[in-house]
């Protein structure tokens, strides 16, 4: 009796299971009637000029253009910028597919940021402070940025993307690199001199003293076998 009671409870546990489990058409119709829009837009290589942090820069750009609850909605991919959307926001899709549209008109001119640079041309930030003081890597202007959970606003350089990709193929930041090092090398020797002749400068005053010292002794001591000839200490 009690394994009569356990099978039909085994049969209606797994018919439950069943009922749970089986696909419900009406869903699968409400999902297929929120499927997504999806708009695509090509992101050519000498926008981004092959760095990661630059392809990052180019989607922030275009999401502050967008208003703040689609923003999320758009992203920019190796190659591409994609915007998907629900069906049931068709009106904002398409008010944001003209926007994004607009701005990727002339993306490839967008000023180059500090850090963008430095991961396009695989350089420090020392060495960007010191190339741009010297002319060698040339400002289009500045920038100025309140960041966030700063009270102080930052002002930085930006710099023509044409100009970072001519570094970039012509491999300047090696030479540069390069003539730095040479330049490091021959402050070291010229400063290693320095303070040899210095040094010869403190000792100098003494082997002086010391010549005129021997000098003056053996000035004392000439003509003294004369003088002790003569008898003149008996």
């Known amino acids: 009796m009690a394994d009569k009671k356990r099978v039909s409870l085994r049969k209606v546990l ?35 000029l092959g760095s990661a942090l630059r392809l990052k820069g180019i989607e922030r750009e275009i999401r502050a253009r967008l208003p703040w609850a689609v923003r999320k909605f758009a992203k920019a991919e190796t190659g591409r910028v994609v915007l998907r959307m629900l069906k049931t926001d068709a009106d904002a899709f398409q008010v944001a597919s003209a926007t ?32 741009l003081r010297d ?8 920038r100025t940025v309140k960041m966030r959970g700063r009270s102080r606003s930052v002002t930085f350089h930006v710099f023509d993307p044409r100009h970072i990709e001519d570094i970039l ?23 290693a001199g320095k303070a040899a002749l210095t040094r010869a400068g403190k000792r100098e005053p003494k082997a002086r003293i010391a ?7 053996a000035a004392q001591l000439e003509g003294w076998d004369t003088f002790e000839a003569e008898g003149l200490l008996r």
């Open 135 to 142: 002319g060698r890597l040339k400002s289009i202007g500045t």
């Open 211 to 217: 010549r005129e010292m021997g000098s003056d002794d």
């Open 14 to 48: 797994s018919g439950i299971v069943a009922m749970t489990t089986a696909p419900d058409p009406q869903a699968e119709r409400d999902k297929s009637s929120i499927a997504s829009l999806v708009a695509e837009w090509p992101l050519p290589p000498s926008a981004t």
């Open 169 to 191: 193929d012509r491999d300047l930041a090696s030479a540069w690199r390069e003539e730095d090092a040479r330049e490091v090398a021959e402050n070291r020797r010229r400063g």
């Open 100 to 131: 994004i549209s607009r701005r990727l008109e002339g993306i490839e001119t967008l000023a180059v940021l500090p850090r963008e640079a430095e991961d396009i041309l695989t350089i420090s930030a020392r060495e960007r402070h010191k190339w």
